[in-house]
Antibody
């Protein structure tokens, strides 16, 4: 079955760029029926949706992060990546990749999650 | 963006008791409301979608109801593995948003 695995540095210095990759196994990222996204969760808080970019090029970022976020897709490696610029301590969180599921033809919920990776922003 | 408010913040119950969790949206989300269960150190796990459809592998002691702006997740008889934090999430409009969570703890 499809599995998601996040990877990347666990420690990033303030003002630098956070970079993470999600590897999709057991299924093709360019499958027209599959949609993948990034979500983060600050300690003790509810999750926060970051955004998506599909292999088709369709892109949408959370307006609260849009000026600093870039998501890219590498279909040859079956991976998608997250870059978050100019990080501060407020970006310290567990970062998850997840799959978006449809219900009645519309984006609805997140039915598959990676295990998550903790990224700490500190000098 | 749509704000989801969950209540109560913490629910202290004993195994075998009934748990009722609420989620209120700042505007109608139709039935595009999902619930997740999260245990310490784990990713959220989908429990319910479409307000009342159980996700794969979720036992029938879990039920969901509501539409518009008021939703409820009910666990009819709590099992030891049900004690966790539960989040609601909407995707009626972008960006999708989550509530702040309800912790169901052992009394």
């Amino acid at each position: 079955q499809v599995q998601l695995q996040e990877s990347g540095p666990g420690l990033v210095k303030p003002s630098q760029t956070l970079s993470l990759t999600c590897t999709v196994s057991g299924g093709s990222i360019s499958n027209g029926d599959s949609y993948y996204t990034w979500i983060r969760q600050h300690p003790g808080k509810g999750p926060e949706w970051i955004g998506y970019k599909f292999y088709s090029g369709r892109t949408y970022y959370n307006p609260s992060l849009e000026s600093r976020v870039t998501i890219s897709v590498d279909t040859s490696k079956n991976q998608f990546s997250l870059k978050l610029d100019s990080v501060t301590a407020a970006d310290t969180a567990v970062y998850y990749c997840a799959r978006i599921s449809l219900w009645l033809g519309e984006f609805s919920h997140f039915d598959l999650w990676g295990r998550g990776t903790l990224v700490t922003v500190s000098s | 963006e749509i704000v989801l408010t969950q209540s109560p913040g913490t629910l202290s119950l004993s195994p075998g008791e009934r748990a009722t969790l609420s989620c209120r949206a700042s505007q109608s989300v139709r039935r595009y409301l999902a619930w997740y269960q999260q245990k310490p150190g784990q990713a959220p796990r989908l429990v319910m979608y479409g307000a009342s459809s159980r996700a794969t592998g979720i036992p029938d002691r879990f039920s969901g109801s509501g539409s518009g702006a008021e939703f409820t997740l009910t666990v009819s008889r709590l099992e030891p593995e049900d004690f966790a934090v539960y989040y609601c999430q909407q995707y009626d409009s972008s960006p999708p948003t989550f509530g702040q969570g309800t912790k169901v703890e052992i009394k």
